[in-house]
């Protein structure tokens, strides 16, 4: 099994910037992507950013030049930097780790979700 745990939410201005992670630990054979969700307040929740193993980046038109996905594949950890904030990024950000484990079969975890809040 593996376990998420989000860090790095917070208050911040509009304009602002902050860095989420997520620290994976658990059992598996590998990892194909690792992303970013976010879900806000009567909204549904929506993919903001992945990247698989080899370094492929997929982002949400939305978050386009002002977020960056990256990951630490030794300590299995994913980043998101996210520059320029707007009140419309806040939201519940929920990390997401997908693979196969030791028995090749595909695995889908979620993490608990970070607040970040984006106001004036």
């Known amino acids: 099994q593996v376990q998420l745990v989000e860090s790095g939410g917070a208050l911040v201005q509009p304009g602002g910037s902050l860095r989420l992670s997520c620290a994976a630990s658990?059992?598996?054979?590998?990892?194909?992507?690792m992303g970013w969700y976010r879900q806000a307040p009567g909204k549904q929740r929506e993919l903001v950013a992945t990247?698989?193993?080899?370094?492929?980046?997929n982002y949400a038109d939305s978050v386009k030049g002002r977020f960056t996905i990256s990951r630490d594949n030794a300590k299995i950890v994913v980043y998101l930097q996210m520059n320029s904030l707007k009140p419309e990024d806040t939201a519940v950000y929920y990390c997401?780790?997908?693979?196969?484990?030791?028995?090749?079969?595909?695995?889908?975890?979620w993490g608990q979700g970070t607040q970040v809040t984006v106001s004036s």
């Open positions: 658990g059992r598996f054979f590998s990892i194909n992507t």
């Open positions: 990247i698989t193993s080899d370094g492929n980046t």
């Open positions: 997401n780790i997908r693979g196969s484990d030791y028995r090749r079969r595909p695995f889908d975890s």
